[in-house]
């Protein structure tokens, strides 16, 4: 898997295709807690068609090295070096949850390579239940399954949901409760409305971690938004209806690369 040393540290990521021209428009996909590129297998198999698409691992997560402060702006940060490190000139940031906080906050702070963002799985601000957070250090078993039931939607296929928690009950329980950590200090309900960059957002109509609620707060915040509300599917929407989340990323992507062709 390729990476890139970002102060001395492996910043490890996946990219299709692996060839890929850095002044087209790349989508770099952030995951959330106790995530990895694994997240985004179906946007890298399904949109590098067309895009070049990166499912970044961000500090401490996957095969990246550890960060100094696992907090929003610190994650923010890698973000930011790794795509110049990697020279990237027109990126869209899609982030999910903890993604989607790393996303916004890169949004109020505009780079010049910074075209657009997709948040997915949103909220501009992320309060994690005690039961999640606190509960994780208490007794890992009975926060994954928590987990396991809050992160899909109301009637998961099983083996769906199993991946899903095994993959937080590897995770170590210090690494979850850091991430939902930042989200939890996440909060820009008062500044979120000065992003004006083109933002899609996509959420599962059962998402019962950042309910649809907070998806139609950003939306009214943010001037010029999409917003798509896909049924069936909780907070993970990308991996939960992979052909309905693609298609509505995929026409938002497809707009902006619109908007860029000089009419003849
Ligand atoms: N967008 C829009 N509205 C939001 C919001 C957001 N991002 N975050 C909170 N709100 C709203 C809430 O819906 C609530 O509205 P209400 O008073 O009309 O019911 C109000 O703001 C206050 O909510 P909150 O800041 O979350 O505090 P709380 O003390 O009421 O609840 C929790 C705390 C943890 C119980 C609650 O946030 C929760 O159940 N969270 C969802 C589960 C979770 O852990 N998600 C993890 C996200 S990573």
Redesign the pocket.
């Known amino acids: 898997m390729p990476e890139v040393s970002v102060r001395g540290r492996k910043l490890a990521f996946e990219v299709k295709p692996e060839t890929f021209d850095r002044g087209a428009l790349a989508v770099v996909c952030i995951h959330?807690?106790a995530g990895d590129r694994e997240d985004w297998r179906f946007q890298l198999d399904g949109l590098s068609g067309r895009f070049t698409v990166i499912a970044l691992e961000l500090p401490g997560h996957g095969a990246s090295d550890p960060p100094d402060e696992p907090t929003v702006p610190e994650f923010a940060q890698a973000v930011e070096v790794f795509v110049e490190t990697l020279g990237l000139q027109r990126v869209v940031l899609v982030g999910c949850?903890?993604g989607s906080?790393i996303t916004q906050w890169l949004a109020l702070s505009p780079k010049p390579w910074l075209v657009g963002i997709g948040l997915v799985?949103?909220?501009?601000?992320?309060?994690?239940?005690?039961?999640?957070?606190e509960g994780v250090l208490q007794d890992k078993d009975t926060a994954v399954d928590l987990f396991a039931d809050?992160a899909l939607g109301a009637s998961p296929d099983p083996a769906l949901r199993q991946l899903v928690r095994e993959k937080f009950l590897h995770s170590s329980a210090e690494l979850i409760y850091r991430d939902?950590t930042a989200?939890?200090d996440f909060?820009v309900?008062e500044r979120v409305g000065q992003v004006s960059l083109p933002t899609c957002i996509i959420v599962g109509e059962e998402d019962?971690?950042?309910?649809p609620?907070?998806?139609?707060?950003?939306h009214k915040a943010i001037a010029g938004s999409s917003l798509t509300t896909i049924p069936g599917a909780g907070?993970l929407v990308m991996v939960e209806k992979p052909a309905e989340f693609n298609a509505s990323l995929s026409a938002f992507l497809g707009s902006l690369d619109r908007a860029r062709t000089p009419r003849a």
């Not at 799985?121 to 957070?133: I, S």
């Not at 019962?208 to 309910?211: N, V």
């Not at 609620?213 to 950003?218: C, H, R, T």
Request: hydrophobic share 45%; charged share 15%.
């Open positions: 959330g807690t949850s903890l906080a799985g949103a909220g501009a601000r992320l309060r994690v239940h005690p039961a999640l957070r809050f939902l989200c939890n909060d309900m019962k971690l950042t309910p609620k907070y998806a139609q707060f950003l907070h």
